[in-house]
């Protein structure tokens, strides 16, 4: 554990290993120093899992059923929220995340929900080599994509979702509305966020440039946290999920169809051929 010479305490951001030039940190690799024990045990307070079930609705469930999905995998599961709320709607889902310290978390939330989560330890970009099997939906949220920072890294993530999915399965991916950041907004409007509800930790940008995000998350017990990510512009997603392979892909901001300047985008990409010519839904 590194010390922090002045205060003699731990130092957090040098346990997440972002070294004396944490803007530098722009590597796809580095999401599990990020993700430190000590973070982790603090996520579910980020999340507030009854706020956000709140939030949320029934606007996954309800995406899934009218696609016929019964056997989802979620790509990014963290500590479990969307998982299990799905296997308590009687969804057959496997569970995946790169971070063994997340799955760790997700699969005792799981127990204490009394559900028996299945957990798969897997890179996005070689998913088909540790997950086998097709699924009817593919779930990538909690702004979990913009943690690729090359775009050769994007593109074989989503080739890799595109090709465990069945033959008319779907994709759902969510990211930050980093247009409105990027543009010179705030990253949130006002209050709480509907992905991160939490009520006793703050999350802000400390800095923001084309290639980079870096948020600071503060929690009320005076631990801080930050995470480095990449922020996706909302069409630039959109235009990648379509040259990999997708037929049609519908846009939502925070759960409303064609909802503008939103906190969050939601895009559901569908594999099944579209012989109209029609693949850009809004």
């Known amino acids: 554990m590194t010390l922090n010479q002045h205060s003699q305490k731990p130092c957090l951001e040098d346990e997440q290993s972002f070294g004396q030039d944490p803007e530098s940190v722009r590597e796809t690799d580095h999401y599990q120093q990020e993700y430190i024990e000590q973070f982790t045990d603090r996520w579910d307070s980020l999340i507030d899992w009854e706020a956000r079930t709140e939030a949320e609705g029934d606007f996954f469930i309800k995406i899934l059923r009218e696609h016929g999905a019964k056997t989802v995998l979620d790509v990014a599961t963290g500590t479990g929220f969307h998982s299990i709320s799905l296997l308590k709607e009687g969804f057959d889902v496997t569970s995946a995340d790169g971070s063994p310290n997340m799955l760790a978390r997700a699969f005792k939330n799981a127990r204490d929900n009394d559900h028996l989560l299945r957990t798969r330890q897997a890179d996005w970009r070689f998913l088909n080599r540790d997950i086998h099997g097709e699924f009817d939906a593919v779930i990538c949220l909690g702004n979990s994509f913009t943690h690729l ?3 050769r890294d994007r593109r074989k993530a989503l080739a890799e979702y595109y090709a465990v999915l069945k033959h008319d399965g779907i994709l759902i991916l ?73 037929q049609k892909i519908s846009t939502f901001g925070d759960y409303l169809p064609g909802h503008h300047d939103p906190d969050f985008y939601v895009h559901v990409a569908e594999k099944a051929y579209c012989f109209d010519g029609d693949n850009t839904a809004m």
């Open 149 to 151: 920072f090359r775009e």
């Open 174 to 246: 969510d990211h930050r509305n980093y247009d409105r950041l990027l543009d010179g907004g705030a990253a949130v409007r006002s209050g709480k966020g509907n992905v991160y509800c939490g009520k006793d930790v703050n999350v802000s940008p400390e800095h923001v440039d084309e290639g980079l995000a870096r948020f600071q998350y503060a929690f009320s017990d005076g631990s801080t946290y930050h995470l480095n990510m990449f922020p996706l512009r909302n069409g630039y997603v959109r235009r990648l999920m379509n040259e990999v392979g997708f």
